[in-house]
């Protein structure tokens, strides 16, 4: 059970360029979530899925797209790349009950230049 | 709105010393849950512990309990016994309860970083 995984684990991106975390989930988990982490903050959500098909913006969207054709993957995408969304992206999955615990990915580490 | 606060930025702890971690949030929601995460240096959150609001009992996760004081809106971590190991960022986050949607959005506070000395 490999859980949530993403990649890549570094990327460097030039201001305008665009790119696609891959994140993956083997725990048959409903529930997904992508979050950002700036440096010395919190993580602050930026889209979630309840499901395959259906997707839904968090706090932070602007500049990320999503999409979710499968139960078990979550890409993120980013057009245009700014300096601003230079951070570290993590994926999540959780599943419907009491806690809803989520359970995260590694992360990736983004720098746009 | 809801919010997570960690008045704590950082904590130091001498090992097998207990610490207490604080974190106080701000809901209008009767339903909701209070977790606690561990993100050590090498950057991966790793869930410690669950606290729902209508829970009886204050959460325990063997070296990890919840002491949970729903009328200061206030769910403070503590581990017992600190471990060098245990040295890392510590992150409060609150569940906000369903309304109709389905799946849990986490909000997150600022973090305490802990580090235990030996």
């Known amino acids: 059970n490999a859980g949530v995984t993403q990649t890549p684990k570094f990327r460097i991106l030039k201001i305008g360029q665009s790119m696609t975390l891959q994140c993956a989930q083997d725990?048959?988990?409903?529930?997904m979530y992508w979050y950002r982490q700036d440096p010395g903050m919190g993580l602050k959500l930026i889209y979630y899925s309840v499901g395959a098909g259906i997707t839904d913006k968090g706090e932070v969207p602007n500049g990320y797209n999503v999409s979710r054709s499968t139960t078990e993957d979550f890409p993120l995408r980013l057009e245009l790349a700014a300096p601003s969304q230079t951070s570290v992206y993590f994926c999540a999955s959780s599943s419907p009950g009491r806690s809803e615990t989520q359970y995260f990915g590694p992360g990736t580490r983004l720098l746009v230049l | 709105a809801q919010k997570i606060t960690q008045t704590q930025p950082g904590m130091f702890v001498q090992e097998k010393e207990a610490v207490t971690l604080d974190c106080t949030y701000d809901?209008?929601?009767?339903?909701?849950?209070l977790f606690w995460y561990k993100q050590p240096s090498s950057g991966e959150m790793i869930f410690l512990i669950y606290q729902g609001s209508y829970d009886e009992q204050n959460a325990t996760e063997g070296r990890y309990s919840l002491n949970f004081q729903k009328a200061r809106k206030s769910a403070n971590l503590v581990i017992s016994a600190s471990q060098l190991g245990d040295s890392a960022m510590y992150f409060c986050a609150m569940r906000e309860g369903n309304k109709g949607y389905q799946g849990g959005k986490l909000i997150f506070g600022q973090g305490t970083e802990l580090s235990v000395k030996p």
């Open positions: 725990m048959n988990h409903n529930y």
């Open positions: 809901t209008s929601d009767q339903s909701y849950g």
